[in-house]
């Protein structure tokens, strides 16, 4: 059975074990135990290696906290069970020793042979050692300048090419929108602007690693930018809700869309930031390990801010289809709003897909990852180029207007067409043959009568003989069915 001091801890803090085997005899009272204390700022308070040269060491500098174990009533002079100790690095260096502190050396207080290094990693170390007493890593420190790692040039394809895509429809909808007169169209833009700002930082600063403070304000401002992409989504839901239940007899402006967007991440960024700023930025790359449990101040607020846009979505379209069904014109407003819940309902899981796929990409240096990561984005810009841009309702109208008379005249070719068709459909077999018989039956008393007219120059015939022979032509056409030939027009006209 051990010891463990803290119990629960992570990657920021000192851990240290203790065997209990290590405990000697109890006291008079019948008591025995164990003191750990660690000092955080003890390493400050000490003089420095001008002042005093026993601080010093040839193994290196003083890299951790100081920890100080102290067993009562005393400790057992034998046993074969080490201390164990965790050491957090507190700043960037190579060549871990672990290291005790023995006042009775002259040279240097540090006393490196009666302990172990176990273990070690670029965030801390562990050791162990076989007797109490204070105990601290010494490392060689590096000189705060580091060498900047390139970019994977499949990953900078990639975000470029997306770039350009993103580029492209925020000057689309730009120029269609000058005027600043539709809400969607501003917060799409302010969504883009977003995204596109968060892409150049994301190019120039990812692997800003040669300086900690650049590289530390480079993974929070990406922070930032990321959570305001999944925010500013959040608000093109709420805006489609409004749009459909106008219940507020004062709706929201673009203001109230610019603080849903670009100041509640602020606020997150910020707390996370005050708290774990020493987390941001490594020596890999400027951005949050996925790992670590700081990862989670970025993925529980866009796990949120997911689950609020669904729910207002799946909202917004069953009162879509309400309407729809039972107000006509409101119907016909409602499929003005079908391209924005597209745009939306197809960019939002891809946005998830993208920044998952690259976290993995640039922690683990995949190649296969970078692919995969490059095809999805340049995929995704390509989606939000068509759905926010080509199919806008604004960018329609001005390639209407553009090319109306070209428009125009393929439209009204067709509905002639169309108009034709229907025409000649209306036409069935039995209308036809009626139609034909009526046709006949004119041009038949047309000839009578011709004939009539050539006969009164020579016979003249009464009216009553003119009205029988009409009568005998055009009674039996009518129970005929099929349609007449021209034999037979003509074997009509002969008997009259």
């Known amino acids: 059975m051990n010891i463990v001091f803290p119990k629960d ?6 851990q240290v074990t203790v065997p209990v085997a290590l405990l000697s005899d109890t006291d008079a009272l019948n008591k025995n135990g164990v003191s750990i204390v660690s000092y955080k700022t003890l390493k400050m308070l000490l003089p420095s290696s001008d002042v005093n040269i026993r601080l010093t060491s040839l193994d ?5 906290e100081i920890v100080s174990i102290t067993f009562y009533p005393t400790q057992l002079s034998q046993s074969n069970e080490p201390i164990t100790l965790q050491f957090v690095h507190l700043l960037s260096g190579s060549d871990p020793v672990c290291a005790l502190m023995d006042f009775a050396l002259s040279a240097s207080i540090w006393n490196v042979e009666k302990c172990q290094t176990v273990s070690t990693t670029s965030e801390f170390t562990t050791c162990n050692c076989f007797e109490a007493s204070n105990f601290a890593l010494l490392m060689t420190l590096d000189d705060g300048t580091t060498s900047t790692v390139p970019l994977n040039p499949i990953l900078t394809t990639g975000v470029i090419i997306s770039l350009l895509f993103l580029i492209a429809t925020f000057v689309l909808l730009l120029f269609v929108n000058r005027n600043l007169e539709s809400d969607w169209a501003l917060i799409v833009k302010c969504f883009l602007f977003t995204f596109i700002v968060n892409q150049i930082i994301f190019l120039a600063g990812i692997n800003a690693t040669d300086n900690k403070f650049v590289c530390r304000m480079v993974g929070i401002i990406l922070h930032y930018f990321y959570l305001s992409v999944f925010f500013w989504t959040l608000a093109q839901a709420v805006q489609l809700q409004l749009k459909i239940v106008q219940a507020s007899a004062n709706p929201a402006t673009i203001s109230h869309y610019c603080l849903l967007g670009w100041v509640t991440p602020l606020l997150v960024v910020a707390s996370a930031a005050g ?8 020596e890999n790359y400027c951005w949050l390990k996925i790992w670590d449990k700081v990862i989670y101040a970025f993925i529980g607020p866009v796990a949120f ?3 609020v846009t669904v729910s207002v979505l799946c909202t917004s379209l069953h009162g879509c289809m309400i309407i729809m069904k039972t107000d006509q014109k409101g119907a016909i407003e409602m499929m003005k709003l079908k391209p924005a819940f597209r745009a939306l309902l197809v960019t939002l899981p891809m946005l998830v ?6 976290s993995f990409a640039i922690d683990l240096n995949s190649e296969v990852l970078y692919t995969v990561f490059a095809f999805c984005y340049i995929t995704q810009a390509m989606v939000i180029f068509v759905l926010y841009g080509v199919l806008d309702e604004q960018v329609q109208a001005l390639y209407r207007s553009k090319f109306g008379h070209n428009h125009k005249a393929v439209q009204d070719s067709s509905n002639k067409m169309w108009s034709d068709k229907s ?4 036409t069935s077999p039995s209308n036809f043959r009626a139609s034909s018989v009526t046709s006949f039956s004119s041009r038949a008393s047309e000839s009578v009568i011709n004939r009539t007219d050539w006969n009164d ?9 003119a009205r029988r022979l009409k009568k005998n032509l055009v009674i039996p056409l009518k129970r005929t069915a099929p349609s007449p030939t021209p034999s037979q027009t003509q074997g009509t006209s002969s008997r009259t």
């Open 353 to 358: 897909v993208t920044w998952t796929l690259q």
């Open 423 to 426: 025409e000649r459909s209306k």
């Open 275 to 282: 708290l774990k700023s020493d987390k941001y930025g490594n």
């Open 9 to 14: 801890t992570d990657s920021n803090t000192n």
């Open 457 to 465: 120059s020579t016979t003249s015939l009464s009216s009553s003989t």
């Open 305 to 307: 801010i997911l689950l």
């Open 60 to 64: 290196g500098d003083l890299n951790s």
